[in-house]
């Protein structure tokens, strides 16, 4: 089986733990603060691996700003949002929700920004893609108390959503070419200027340095900083940031059996019954056209 085809799972099943690492993360340290540390390590191992393998740097100062903002969209304000609503009291499932506006904020803006065509099958999956993602959290939603969910710290959780757009497509945009590698490295430089100054200004710095916040740590930053975020860049490079960022909708539903894998939390029928109709919008964002021809790359 080739990347490409395997790219698109393995993307899936790994950035889906990645609600699963911000769940334990918040028993060894505070959120931004954990992912301060995140970033500097995932940058000291990505140059590592940049110098043992030769890896060349964008020639022009243009690729290395280029570079550093996307990370500060892509990384640092989008996660750093994110773990910082968790933490004010948005619950998992209606971060979900929210989540699942990403996909649609991206076909929609892809359209003006980048030039990206949408068929009619391709916009009733992004549609049907969200609904899917409603089935299987709105029921958990519904029986939250809304008073105490703090509306300052959902509306950062959507701001959330539109920063992490405007990082896919401005990757898709002005980050084309050079090695994914060296683009990595530098985006996660980008990710620190966001998050060390929030961190400092919003936080205690608590961190436990128990072997649960290594065991935390190194999957956080082996298996997404460094594997998952590679292929999200290989994906949004290769081919349309619409269909790369439709792949978002098969995160919450599959973070929710993994929760319940690993949390015992309950696994109801709307998530099963939410998680096929996600399968089936991702299909049709997905699927090729008829009349889109096949091309044959060397």
């Known amino acids: 089986m080739t990347l490409a085809r395997l790219a698109p799972v393995l993307f899936v099943l790994l950035w889906s733990t990645g609600w699963i690492s ?9 959120p931004l603060t954990f992912l301060v ?12 691996v940049c110098r043992i393998g030769g890896v060349s740097w964008p020639k022009e100062r243009s690729g290395w700003l280029h570079a550093i903002v996307s990370g500060m969209f892509l990384h640092g ?3 750093g949002m994110v773990w910082w609503a968790i933490g004010q009291g948005v619950p998992a499932a209606l971060s979900g929700i929210i989540a699942g506006l990403q996909p649609l904020m991206t076909g929609i803006a892809a359209a003006f920004l980048v030039g990206e065509n949408l068929n009619a099958w391709q916009r009733a999956g992004l549609v049907i893609g969200f609904l899917g993602v409603a089935i299987a959290v709105l029921p958990k939603v519904l029986i939250i108390d809304a008073s105490s969910i703090p509306a300052y710290a959902v509306a950062v959780n959507v701001l959330a959503m539109a920063c992490v757009t405007a990082g896919t497509l401005y990757q898709k945009r002005f980050v084309k070419e050079g090695d994914l590698r060296s683009v990595a490295t530098l985006q996660y430089v980008g990710a620190l200027i966001v998050t060390i100054p929030a961190a400092v200004a919003l936080e205690n710095l608590r ?3 128990s072997l ?7 999957w956080s930053v082996v298996g997404i900083s460094m594997g998952a975020v590679a292929l999200l860049l290989y994906l949004i490079r290769r081919g349309d940031v619409s269909k790369a960022a439709s792949l978002i909708y098969l995160v919450p539903p599959l973070a929710a059996l993994e929760a319940a894998i690993a949390f015992g939390e309950e696994l109801t029928v709307p998530m099963m019954i939410g998680t096929c109709v996600v399968m089936v919008g ?7 056209s008829a009349a889109e021809p096949i091309i044959v790359k060397d």
């Open 22 to 30: 911000a769940k334990y993360a918040t028993f060894f340290a505070d």
């Open 212 to 218: 649960g916040f290594f065991a935390t740590l190194a």
């Open 207 to 209: 961190i436990d340095w």
């Open 282 to 288: 991702v299909y049709l964002i997905n699927r090729k």
């Open 37 to 48: 540390v995140r970033y500097g390590t995932a940058v000291v191992l990505f140059y590592l």
């Open 77 to 79: 304000l989008y996660l």
